[in-house]
């Protein structure tokens, strides 16, 4: 279980987060504008806060950048954000977001960034399955199976599909799986990625009926659905 905080001043965004932050067995306090927000922030210690980019009184850049400058403790922060504020989600990222969603989104595409930032920060004992199409994660076991039917993976194998698992519907960079799934220092010339995607899609794959791993030309590969 974890504690969140939701800021977001449409009720009924704020409402669907709580309700299926809640179903998943979480503690979730609902602030709706800026201010409120940093108030119930400040008397509080959160695992993880959902903050809305346009807010009244105070709005999720400056939320950002107080409440880093003033409370400063490492809580993850998951901007929320419309289509076509690219220069904002800059800006969020500068001030102290740690990720963004773009609205409209599934519950899933949040609990899975959610989950992502919660690893990152070693919370410990935040158990959790990954779920997509027919593929099942267990991170506790370390077991992968795709329609029932267990995957023999490697460990970087497994390593880069929890990656694709808890970004789903995302565009990842060469780069971003390089410093995400290997690390920040290795040589950027290498083609381990595109190695490691066709080991992954094999195992994944060969023998099921649908193509997960996709390559977007150009740009990198998105786990989706066909
Ligand atoms: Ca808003």
């Not at 609205?103 to 992502?116: D, G, Q, T, V």
């Not at 992954?200 to 989706?224: A, D």
């Amino acid at each position: 279980m974890a504690n969140f905080l939701v800021i977001e001043d449409e009720v009924n965004v704020s409402s669907f987060i709580k309700r299926g932050l809640e179903e998943e067995g979480h503690k979730v306090d609902v602030a709706f504008d800026g201010a409120m927000g940093l108030s119930i922030a400040c008397h509080n210690e959160y695992d993880l806060i959902i903050l809305d980019l346009i807010l009244p009184q105070i709005n999720g850049i400056e939320f950002c950048r107080r409440f880093r400058t003033t409370i400063g403790y490492a809580v993850p922060i998951i901007m929320l954000t419309a289509l076509g504020s690219s220069d904002d989600i800059v800006k969020g990222l500068n001030t102290g977001a740690d990720d963004y969603l773009v609205k409209p989104f599934k519950f899933k595409e949040l609990l899975a960034r959610i989950n992502s930032l919660l690893r990152r920060k070693n919370l410990g004992n935040f158990t959790e399955k990954y779920k997509f199409a027919d593929i099942v994660m267990d991170t506790e076991t370390r077991t992968v199976t795709r329609s029932g039917q267990k995957l023999q993976l490697t460990s970087k194998e497994y390593r880069l599909l929890e990656f694709f698992l808890a970004n789903p519907g995302r565009v990842l960079s060469r780069t971003t799986i390089l410093e995400s799934v290997w690390d920040k220092n290795v040589d950027l010339n290498t083609n381990i990625v595109e190695v490691y995607i066709n080991y992954l899609r094999k195992k994944v794959e060969t023998g099921f009926n649908s193509k997960l791993i996709h390559t977007v030309i150009g740009m990198g590969y998105v786990l989706k659905e066909e």
